[in-house]
């Protein structure tokens, strides 16, 4: 189920998130090309995040609708729009903490016979198939990413760049058809960053298409085809990095705040 | 130790069990507080009474008032229990478990535990008031003599096969992938969602589930002790079940069936064993109130010293996991 080719895959137009009278975010509207890695750049509390929950459906929308492939999502449910292949991971650590490394990559696949109370009950013989080829294919995950000898420590014991990249993993195990990355680099260890950044962009040259959330302009020049920039819940600019450089305002914007 | 009394501890270590598991898988697997968990037993009791009992006119039963009294053969009162506990499940579910957020969720399920009690002990009509039912049929009451030995052996093998029956449906949920699903939305709700989990579908057929299983458990004890009243249910049995799942070990199906005979059983034991020796000290009550004392602690204690239990959740590690040659996930003969 994709767009029409010349449509980008994810289309946010003029969307508003009031928090009791506090315009979080304030007629935004963006585009995601299919297979680019989009950037969300801006001061804190420009509302970047906030325009990421809303698109992934974390948070809904006060008004303003969200086309995703075609169809419009703007009232689906956060798991909906995760099962059409919208996918995002979250600013602070979110992994299944008293759940293994292999279990929290596990636990995201769909298509699992044994995910439903009704194939539970059948028992072990109903979904082992579907339980191995998983277990094989997060395995390989595991390996790409580096952590294959962690598989089966609890996720909570894990370094903050570690739980990043379950994160991603997780995120993968559902195939998903656009990423959305709230500052998949914060808080981590600066060669840890190298390595997401790394990942990122091989997920890139295959095709995946991303929309980051980013503080480290460094990181946003290297890794991302076109930028946003926000502030104070609206939008102020877009596109390339250098061009962006070359706007006064924009440049001021962010410096200042 | 005579055989009634034996039968009267097994039965009840039963109904127990049974109950911790329902409540394991609700609040260990889940993390669902069901503060109202005694409410669905209840029903269940109350539901398998109405339908064994006769009509509240006939002679010998008409000193209490209740609806219902259809006479329904065995084993028709224990399902109609379980289904009764299911089906109270599904609005106390919708309100409670949709928008609320857990810590609102577990106080408004205490509420209504505490809510309905009182209704049902005022509303005397309903299922007669604070005297409860009583003289409610055994199973089979009609085809066998409830005051044999054989009979009693019958119910704890009535009431094992249940036990058997729980714990394999419970263990199929729990090691199962939907199993680990509920884990997962138990750690962190708002990520089960972004992986395409529907949280509010998981607790609702998990707090269905439990209810069902909750209803049975009160079916089995009112079929037994043949009475049934608002003083058996009040909002505290809850509490003792929640230390009986924290003791045992949360999230683990053999450390709810320790803990429903170390908390539940045991502690009705030792005041047993200690009031009927004439080891009884201070004014008559004060053991059954220190009881309500050790459970608190116990259950401070076991958080505070030892928040996994005496059986922790097991750590699932995969045939083939790279650090360890455990095996657990072989494909079955």
């Known amino acids: 189920m994709s767009g029409l080719p010349d449509q980008p895959m994810l289309v946010a137009d003029d969307i508003h998130r009031h928090f009791e009278g506090m315009h979080a975010v304030d007629g935004v509207s963006i585009e995601v090309p299919e297979g680019q890695i989009t950037g969300l750049i ?3 509390g420009a509302g970047k995040s906030t325009v990421l929950a809303v698109l992934a459906g974390t948070l809904p929308a006060s008004s303003g609708t969200i086309v995703f492939e075609g169809r419009d999502i703007t009232r689906l449910a956060a798991y909906r729009r995760a099962r059409l292949g919208l996918v995002r991971t979250f600013q602070l650590p979110s992994e299944f903490a008293r759940l293994t490394v ?3 990559l596990l636990v995201a696949a769909p298509r699992n016979r044994g995910d439903s109370l009704f194939g539970a009950l059948l028992g072990k013989r109903y979904w082992i198939d579907d339980e191995l080829r998983l277990v094989d294919e997060a395995r390989a995950l595991l390996r790409r990413f580096g952590m294959s000898a962690k598989e089966s420590d609890y996720a909570g014991l894990m370094s903050g760049g570690q739980k990043r990249l379950i994160e991603i993993m997780r995120a993968l195990m559902l195939h998903p058809r656009c990423l959305l990355l709230d500052e998949p680099m914060s808080g981590v260890h600066p060669r840890v960053v190298e390595e997401i950044r790394y990942y990122l962009q091989s ?8 929309l980051m959330v980013e ?6 020049e290297q890794l991302c085809d076109s930028v946003f920039v926000m502030a104070q819940g609206k939008l102020i600019g877009s596109g390339t990095m250098a061009s962006l450089r070359r706007q006064r305002e924009i440049v001021d914007a962010y410096l200042v705040g | 130790m005579n055989t009634y009394y034996a039968a009267n501890l097994l039965i009840y270590a039963g109904v127990d069990i049974i109950a911790c598991l329902a409540l394991n898988l609700q609040f260990g697997v889940s993390g669902i507080v069901n503060f109202s968990f005694i409410v669905f037993q209840a029903v269940g009791a109350y539901t398998a009474a ?6 509240d006119h006939t002679p010998g039963f008409d000193y209490q ?22 089906l109270l499940a599904v609005p106390v579910g919708l309100v409670v478990l949709r928008k609320l957020r857990s810590d609102y969720q577990a106080i408004a399920l205490l509420v209504l535990s505490v809510i309905t009690n009182q209704v049902i002990t005022n509303a005397r009509p309903f299922l007669n008031g604070a005297a409860g039912l009583a003289s409610v049929p055994p199973p089979l009451s009609s085809q066998l003599d409830p005051n044999t030995e054989r009979y009693q052996y019958l119910y704890i093998a009535l009431t094992a096969v249940c036990v058997v029956l729980v714990f394999a449906v419970v263990n199929r949920i729990v090691n199962s992938p939907y199993g680990r699903s509920l884990r997962a939305m138990r750690e962190r709700e708002l990520a089960a969602a972004a992986i395409g989990k529907n949280p509010v579908a998981l607790k609702m057929t998990v707090f269905i589930v439990g209810g069902v299983i ?7 004890l009112v079929g037994f002790i043949q009475l049934w009243a608002p003083s058996v249910w009040l909002y505290p049995e809850t509490i003792i079940l929640f ?9 683990n199906n053999i450390g709810a069936i320790l803990g429903a005979l170390l908390v539940p059983v045991g502690f009705e034991e030792v005041t047993r064993v200690l009031n009927t020796n004439n080891l009884n000290f201070g004014p008559p009550g004060l053991l059954s109130a220190l009881q309500w004392v050790a459970i608190g602690l116990l259950i401070i204690g076991f958080l505070w010293f030892r928040p996994e239990g005496v059986r922790p959740e097991p750590r699932r590690v995969f045939a083939g996991s790279p650090d360890t040659v455990e095996v657990e996930l072989v494909r079955p003969a």
């Open chain 2, 243 to 251: 230390a009986a799942v924290i003791v045992g070990g949360r999230g």
């Open chain 2, 65 to 86: 008032i209740y609806v219902g009294g259809y006479q329904l053969p065995f084993p028709i009162p224990w399902l109609g229990g379980a289904i009764a506990g299911g």
């Open chain 1, 215 to 220: 503080h480290e302009l460094r990181l946003v």
């Open chain 2, 214 to 220: 909750a209803g049975l458990s009160g079916a089995i």
């Open chain 1, 102 to 104: 292999l279990e929290n």
């Open chain 2, 50 to 55: 109405v339908l064994s009992l006769p009509p």
């Open chain 1, 203 to 210: 997920l890139r040259a295959e095709g995946l298409t991303i």
């Open chain 1, 42 to 44: 801006g001061p804190n």
